[in-house]
């Protein structure tokens, strides 16, 4: 029971596939030395999710429990933060990463599929964090991390509900931070270009254009790692040859 309760809760959403995967994977491995972790993985896919728990277990994991919610939904948010809560009792690290990427241009988008863009990018980060974040602050300890986009700081054309959605994010990261820095709580902000990732599929992009799913998940380890006197505020990672 002791190192039930040492051994970090990590949560991970939009762990089914792409970066959410591999980071799971990075911290079921790279805490294996340190007594473990115990990893919650969250996503809709729940096949999916399987795959990627059998996979982090092999890693090092020393236990993993997959919980499948679209994050976007206040009232399914709600049920799987019970279950997760009823199974591992606490969150040590929160990690924001579900999302998705259509493109498509602004003028012709639907209200439809903005609504859901936005929800599945921004509300989805506000819903998981109100969830957990109240408890960390009260420990007065944890670390969130909030996966944004380069398409936070600058637009590209085809994709202006993303676009929005991402500057949406950074800004409620931004504010995230500013309301938690005394709580002991960490907000970590991290802003990808171009990635290996389903989202990419039939793009036409070669994948040596894009940087490793794996590399974007070891920014997040790396920054979790540091002393709690010192946080990372924001990443961004891009390509050696720039934006796509």
Avoid at 15 to 24: L, P
Avoid at 86 to 101: E, H, K, Q, S
Avoid at 109 to 126: G, Y
Avoid at 192 to 202: D, E, H, N, Y
């Amino acid at each position: 029971m002791a190192r039930a309760q040492t051994t970090p809760v990590v949560l991970v959403t939009g762990a089914s596939q792409g970066i959410g995967a591999a980071i799971a994977e990075v911290f079921a491995r790279e805490l294996r030395g340190a007594g473990g972790c115990r990893l919650a993985l969250v996503a809709r896919n729940g096949a999916n999710l399987r795959r990627v728990a059998q996979r982090c277990l092999r890693t090092g994991a020393t236990e993993v429990e997959t919980f499948v919610c679209d994050v976007s939904d206040a009232t399914a948010v709600e049920t799987m933060a019970e279950a997760l809560r009823a199974r591992f009792a606490r969150v040590d690290v929160l990690i924001n990463n579900a999302g998705y990427f259509v493109p498509d241009a602004l003028l012709s988008l639907s209200p439809e599929r903005f609504d859901a863009t936005v929800a599945a990018n921004l509300r989805s980060v506000f819903l998981v964090t109100r969830a957990f974040a109240p408890a960390m602050a009260k420990r007065g300890r944890g670390d969130i991390f909030v996966m944004a986009s380069v398409a936070g700081l600058r637009a590209f054309p085809a994709g202006g509900a993303y676009v929005a959605a991402k500057h949406g994010v950074l800004g409620l990261a931004r504010a995230l931070r500013e309301e938690l820095k005394s709580s002991g709580v960490r907000v970590t902000t991290v802003l990808p270009g171009a990635t290996v990732s389903p989202s990419w599929k039939g793009s036409g992009v070669p994948a040596a254009r894009m940087m490793p799913a794996a590399d974007v998940a070891r920014a997040f380890f790396d920054a979790y790692r540091l002393s709690r006197r010192t946080v990372v505020e924001e990443i961004i990672l891009r390509p050696q040859l720039g934006d796509v």
